[in-house]
């Protein structure tokens, strides 16, 4: 497959039954709702999910296993692990984040708390007391009060830095000694995928195909596009595009750089391509989002 077949649709997370605001671009996702409800069933999604509980308590069954956060918790578990609610306690508000899984995986964090995550863990703060509700309702609220990309990209700013305080103040896994070393975790991230990712945060912004991708993890190409997408439930071109949407937003934004600069920077293979992706994506032209966000650059 060429670069010319990397395109597609906007993604985001699917059966959540709270209400939910996507912003198109970079993923990230913001939930809250009255009442959080028990699930049915196990659900997936390729996001990291926080979850800050305001009131009451909620327990998972995440990878077969269970695990209770109550008020004040601030949890972190990779979506890609099926997991659900089984037992909500009367009263039960929570907030809902969902991350990109590329900037969990580009994030200044340690790699113990990203290996964790990755295989398996659910990851609570071990101080709450660090996480205010206030800030959490705040962030909610302004990301659905505004559509101004400017106060939704400082707000993705918070979730990063959330990100890396839940890190430097301390966590525990609450399914430690339920996986240990040697244990292939059900549902986990695996080395060849991780390979894949790296392969694409190093070389996305290059004409690179689904076949260079599979060959840098030493596998056959349909058989790196089902291993792929059944672990981030997206295709391997889906995620180099995004990997090449968010490089272009950002050299849009910081660059005086030309489209057509901006369009061969990013790995598209014409101007057309870049404009014809771009639109998708972000349903505006890049010249349109050049000038809303940046009407009088800097000399």
């Known amino acids: ?26 993923d990230f996702l913001f ?21 800050y509980v305001l009131s009451g308590a909620i327990t998972y069954l ?10 004040g918790d601030l949890a972190l578990l990779w979506g890609a692990i099926p997991h659900r609610t089984v037992e909500v306690a009367p009263g039960t508000r929570y907030v809902c984040i969902y991350l990109p899984l590329e900037v969990f995986l580009a994030a200044p964090i340690g790699e113990t708390l990203r290996a964790v995550v990755l295989e398996g863990g659910l990851v609570v703060a071990a101080d709450p007391m660090r996480f205010e509700p206030e800030s959490l309702r705040r962030m909610r609220a302004e990301w659905l009060a505004t559509g101004d990309r400017r106060l939704r990209d400082l707000i993705a700013a ?3 830095l959330l ?7 301390g966590w525990r896994d609450l399914l430690a000694g339920a996986h240990h070393e040697g244990r292939a975790v059900a549902g986990a991230m695996p080395p060849k995928i991780l390979e894949m990712t790296r392969f694409i945060a190093e070389h996305g912004h290059e004409a690179i195909t689904v076949a260079d991708v599979a060959r840098a993890a030493s ?3 349909n058989y790196a596009m089902t291993r792929f997408r059944a672990g981030l439930g997206m295709t391997v071109a889906h995620y ?6 968010m490089a272009a937003q950002t050299l849009l934004l910081s660059t005086r750089k030309d489209l057509a600069a901006i369009a061969f920077e990013t790995g598209f293979g014409s101007v057309s391509q870049f404009h014809r992706s771009f639109r998708r994506y972000f349903s505006c032209t890049p010249a349109s989002f050049r000038r809303h966000m940046r009407p009088a650059l800097p000399a």
């Open 158 to 160: 918070e979730v990063v």
């Open 62 to 71: 995440h990878d077969g296993r269970e695990a209770r956060i109550g008020a």
């Open 219 to 221: 596998l056959h190409p």
């Open 163 to 169: 990100l890396r305080r839940l890190d430097v103040t």
């Open 1 to 26: 497959m060429g670069t010319d077949r990397l395109e597609a649709a906007p993604i985001g997370a699917h059966h959540l039954p709270v209400e939910s605001f996507l912003v198109r671009g970079n």
């Open 240 to 245: 180099i595009l995004r990997h090449r949407m």
């Open 31 to 51: 939930a809250g709702c009255e009442e959080v409800f028990v699930m049915s069933a196990p659900h997936t999604h390729s996001q990291i999910e926080f979850n």
